[in-house]
DNA sequence: ATCGTTGCAAACTCTTTGCAGGATT
DNA sequence: AATCCTGCAAAGAGTTTGCAACGAT
């Protein structure tokens, strides 16, 4: 028989953050903010909760150059992220937006790309 | 007074490994073709080596998504780079040819960009 | 009462560092 | 001979897992 998942508040609080956030989130990020939704939840409910999600496929993992993967809400079309240079944090771009005609090798096939833009955010300006 | 660096086997090794490759190299990439020159060189010996190499500006780290960074020879102009979805391994796309016109928030400013293309590499397709 | 979930701590993996022996100058 | 460098093993950081206690059903 399959498990009979339980609604725990470190869950919901987990769900929430991301709800929230309106951005993709690291580990650490969520960790931060559900403790100040469930006081002494810990970094192992973080990782274990997020890898349940990613499997029910109600989160994707953003996986960015030179950091930790970040997460977000799954089911949004092609797009594409920006991180601040000062507070690490992404944020989504709005559409897919590139155009792009590099020369591959010989004998090489294209199944997709990723796309990245760096800068301040709002904040850090 | 500056140390004075040795020429040693393993540094030989190591960095002809960047230069006949021919494209970014993981630590085991340069790990396991370094071995095939000097036996029982030891992975100790490429982290300090590419870490001084990288500091010498001989290398520039290569950082990509959800994987480990990869160095290359430093000096190139401005380019992106092609992973293959099979064997993993990273290869120079030729020039930028870049065009993107994303939206970005209200009060954030750009710095620069990273593009990866995915595919299929010639051995691999 | 059952059994899924949590927090803690131990285990793992990847990278860095301390140290004694070995190699280069 | 001096001292830089290497290999080994231990130490750190980030992530996963085993286990006993807790808590949702």
Known sequence: MAIQPRNTKQKEAIRSVFTEAGRP???????????????????????????????????SPVEIPGDTTRYEIAGKEHHHHFQCNTCGKLFDLQGCGIEWKAKLPKGFRTTGHEFFVYGLCSTCS
């Open 25 to 59: 989130l690291s580990h650490d990020e969520a960790l931060t903010l559900s403790q100040e939704i469930v006081d002494g939840l810990s970094i192992a409910t973080i990782y274990r909760n997020i890898n349940v999600l990613v499997e029910e496929k109600w989160l």
